[in-house]
């Protein structure tokens, strides 16, 4: 089944305890990118990749990095969490082939306290 | 830079009404248009999409049409559910020598009441 995962779901963290969320494609895409959604503000884009080795920022990429080590991973990684970064997360792939249509994972509800 | 406009929610409608949300964009060259859903608690899913001026998208009953001209991808659908209840976001994709971005509206929430 062709899917986009995210781990973890859920997650409750303090200010500047480092982390990691990860995501992963099986469709072989080549561009993944993740968003944040806030109320009211729809879907803002973090940071994308076009391919292995191959990232750029999005909107608003303060306080975030990424990694595009393999082509099916492309993880989050929060350095120094803080409140203002409380959001949920989405991580999406998409292809050339497929006329550039998002898959979109489950999404990862991340609260700073 | 590009942005994505779409009319505010929440859209309340009976069973079987027509349904029309506005979504209007500016961008440079030539973005793909979307449409996406979101259900309660999950992710988004494609619902259409049009790559070029005067493309209809459509899939489930919904259509929308690529305007150029007036800048408008607005979504239809002729007798909504109480299935159709969701969050629908208008969105582009574009292409330039900064990249590959993708902008979304701010979502329209629909209710369907039986």
């Known amino acids: 089944e062709a899917q986009v995962t995210q781990n973890p779901r859920y997650l409750i963290t303090v200010t500047g305890k480092k982390l990691t969320v990860t995501c992963s494609q099986n469709m072989n895409h080549e561009y993944m990118s993740w968003y944040r959604q806030d109320p009211g503000l729809g879907l803002r884009q973090i940071y994308y990749s076009m391919n292995v080795e191959v990232t750029d920022k999005g909107d608003v990429p303060e306080g975030y990095k990424v990694s595009r080590k393999e082509k099916r991973n492309f993880p989050l990684i929060l350095e120094s969490p803080s409140p203002n970064q409380t959001s949920l997360y989405f991580c999406?792939?998409?292809?050339?082939?497929?006329?550039?249509?998002?898959?979109f994972g489950p999404g990862t509800r991340l609260t700073v306290t | 830079g590009n942005s994505v406009t779409q009319m505010e929610g929440p859209v309340t409608l009976s069973e079987e009404a027509f349904l029309t949300i506005n979504c209007t964009y500016t961008?440079?060259?030539?973005?793909?248009l979307f449409w996406y859903v979101q259900y309660p608690g999950e992710g988004l899913q494609l619902l259409l999409k049009a790559t070029k001026a005067d493309d209809k998208g459509s899939n489930k009953g919904f259509e929308a049409t690529y305007r150029k001209e007036t800048t408008s991808f607005h979504l239809e659908k002729g007798s909504v559910q109480v299935s159709d209840s969701a969050v629908y976001f208008c969105a582009l994709t574009s292409w330039s020598a900064g990249g590959f971005k993708t902008i979304f509206g701010a979502g329209t929430r629909l209710f369907v009441k039986a």
């Open positions: 961008a440079t060259g030539y973005p793909s």
């Open positions: 999406a792939s998409s292809s050339r082939q497929g006329g550039y249509e998002q898959y």
